[in-house]
């Protein structure tokens, strides 16, 4: 099965989702890899190599392989993930920019005729009032619950070749990836592997 993190907008979260979501499916027990599909800046692969990573495993076949792009929309990398996913995951930001930003990613998934797309909305900060407008937008795909908070977890742990829970499982960062991921197993994943 395959899941792909895809936008063209730029710094939005991509390679930040793929690589907590994939820490917290290989937590489950599920054998899983990340294929680094950003050739420019190698996010994922930077990150594997400076926490020196056995899982997820780095482009490699596996149960559950996620794909992180660069922020491209004329690249091959995300015309190709887009026809490839099984599930299609979107990061959106939390303005109006980054939202007019993700429109013609949205069309490309459309185009492609994909059903399996859950929106998330990252970097949000609770409480305030564009987290109410942001709640109110309508969007063409599936919105998921879990919204993720912009949170220093997720940068510390981007940085140090880490997930958010294995700096702190307690932390609310930790939650919220629990939490996404048990919304794209209900939502979208029945394929006979462990994903408790
Ligand atoms: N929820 C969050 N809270 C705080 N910082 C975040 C969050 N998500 C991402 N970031 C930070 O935002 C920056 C961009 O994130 P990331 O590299 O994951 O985005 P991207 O979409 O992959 O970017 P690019 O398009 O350049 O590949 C990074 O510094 C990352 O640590
Ligand atoms: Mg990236």
Redesign the pocket.
């Given at each position: 099965m395959k899941i792909a993190v895809i936008?063209a907008?730029?710094?939005?979260?991509?390679?930040?989702?793929c690589a907590e979501l994939a820490c917290e499916f290989a937590r489950r027990g599920v054998d899983v890899s990340i294929h680094d599909h950003?050739h420019k800046?190698k996010?994922i692969s930077e990150w594997h190599s400076i926490g020196q990573r056995s899982t997820p495993k780095l482009g490699a076949e596996a149960v559950l392989e996620l794909t992180?792009i660069?922020?491209s929309l004329d690249a091959k990398s995300l015309q190709n993930a887009v026809v490839t996913a099984d599930i299609i995951i979107v990061?959106i930001g939390p303005s109006g920019p980054d939202l007019w930003a993700t429109r013609d990613t949205l069309e490309v998934i459309k185009a492609a005729k994909k059903t399996r797309v859950l929106i998330v909305r990252?970097?949000v900060v609770t409480g305030t009032r564009m987290q109410k407008v942001l709640a109110q937008t309508e969007a063409p795909f599936p919105v998921a619950k879990t919204e993720?908070?912009?949170?220093?977890d997720?940068?510390v742990a981007?940085?140090t070749g880490k997930s958010a829970a294995e700096i702190d499982a307690e932390s609310k960062?930790a939650s919220e990836i629990r939490s996404l991921v048990d919304e794209i197993v209900s939502n979208f994943i029945n394929v006979g592997v462990s994903v408790k």
């Open positions: 936008s907008k730029g710094g939005i979260g991509k390679s930040t989702l950003d800046q996010t992180d660069q922020p990061p990252n970097k993720i908070g912009y949170r220093q997720f940068i981007m940085s960062a």
